[in-house]
């Protein structure tokens, strides 16, 4: 356990439905990023925020993807109108520091879109 | 561009090394990693390197960085059954947030 949390573990949801889930970062951890990793492959990185500013998203991530972390602690992913496509495991991730260099990883959410 | 490569399965024996190989194509990654991740488990970081290193050895890990190259190795000495997970390798970017990029990773198994 790394004190990185996340809620729900597990998702199913119907195609077209939205869903969000939630990451609780280690307390004093300043940046916090979400991943998403398909089977057989490792995390593509999504999107991060320092504290709450969202300073930098992939082209992954469409624009039925939204996240946010208002007041800089925890944060959501929120997936709009649901394709199978986007069935996988969102992993979200944080640390703290100008270094940065050690990212401690949430259990993450299996997200199954039926 | 930001990729990173490394072979999909490695199969050794218990008490044998295991060498984990891995490549990077950007030349600006400030720290390269390996993370374990075992069945139903999250990702764990087992160990880094900065990228003005050549090697850094952490117990039964070492790894190698060939800046030249762009090529990063993981080397665990007397494999154990437990070692058997999947690796990844990672880079992290200068890019201000540290955005990490990950391989596909590789399927270790080890035979007892």
């Known amino acids: 356990d790394t004190g990185v949390s996340q809620d729900p573990r597990h998702k199913i949801t119907k195609r077209g439905q939205n869903v969000t889930f939630r990451c609780d970062p280690i307390?004093?951890?300043?940046?916090l990023y979400w991943y998403r990793q398909t089977l057989g492959q490792g995390p593509e990185f999504l999107t991060y925020f320092q504290n709450e500013a969202q300073l930098e998203k992939s082209r992954l991530l469409s624009d039925r993807f939204s996240a946010e972390r208002p007041k800089g602690s925890f944060s959501t992913l929120e997936i709009q109108r649901t394709e199978q496509g986007d069935s996988a495991m969102y992993l979200c991730?944080?640390?703290?520091?100008?270094?940065?260099?050690?990212?401690?990883f949430g259990p993450g959410t299996r997200l199954t879109v039926t | 561009g930001e990729d990173v490569e490394q072979s999909l399965f490695l199969s050794v024996r218990e008490g044998d090394s295991s060498v984990i190989n891995c490549t990077y194509t950007d030349s600006s990654s400030t720290y390269l990693y390996w993370y374990k991740q075992e069945p139903g488990a999250g990702l764990q970081l087992l160990t880094y390197i900065f990228s003005n290193m050549d090697m850094k050895q952490d117990q039964r890990l070492t790894v190698l960085l060939n800046k030249k190259d762009k090529h990063l190795s993981l080397r665990i000495a007397d494999t154990q059954t437990g070692d058997s997970a999947i690796y990844f390798c990672a880079e992290s970017l200068n890019t201000g947030g540290f955005k990490t990029i990950f391989g596909a990773g590789t399927r270790l198994f080890v035979k007892a």
């Open positions: 991730a944080t640390n703290v520091g100008l270094a940065g260099y050690e990212q401690y």
């Open positions: 307390s004093e951890h300043n940046r």
